[in-house]
């Protein structure tokens, strides 16, 4: 059975940092590409970032570019989203996704003074 559990998402002001994390199961991590998405409120859900089974190619969204990091350990199959002068319009749920087409539930991301 898949699982994809987020964690890291809150309240935090503009210019702030968050560190999401996703751990995975029930699959071949280190043999599947991970993604993040996010959606937010009355709007689409899109792709924030991609990486590579093996951590070493990684493609990223306009909007995040130069202020989000994404980036995996295979020994602990978890992918992380190192997300760094945040912007209100980064507000949304944020989602992991694995390269089978497996969704985890999703967490909160708040940015707001």
């Known amino acids: 059975q898949v699982q994809l559990v987020e964690s890291g998402g809150g309240l935090v002001q503009p210019g702030g940092s968050l560190r999401l994390s996703c751990v995975a199961s029930?699959?071949?991590?280190?043999?599947?590409?991970m993604s993040w998405h996010r959606q937010a409120p009355g709007k689409e859900r899109e792709l924030v970032a991609v990486?590579?089974?093996?951590?070493?190619?990684?493609n990223y969204a306009d909007a995040v570019k130069g202020r989000f990091t994404i980036s995996r350990d295979n020994a602990k199959n978890t992918v992380y989203l190192e997300m760094n002068s945040l912007k209100p319009e980064d507000t949304a749920v944020y989602y992991c996704?694995?390269?089978?087409?497996?969704w985890g539930q999703g967490t909160q991301v708040t940015v707001s003074s």
């Open positions: 996704k694995n390269g089978l087409g497996s």
């Open positions: 990486i590579s089974s093996a951590g070493g190619s990684a």
């Open positions: 029930g699959f071949s991590f280190s043999r599947t590409a």
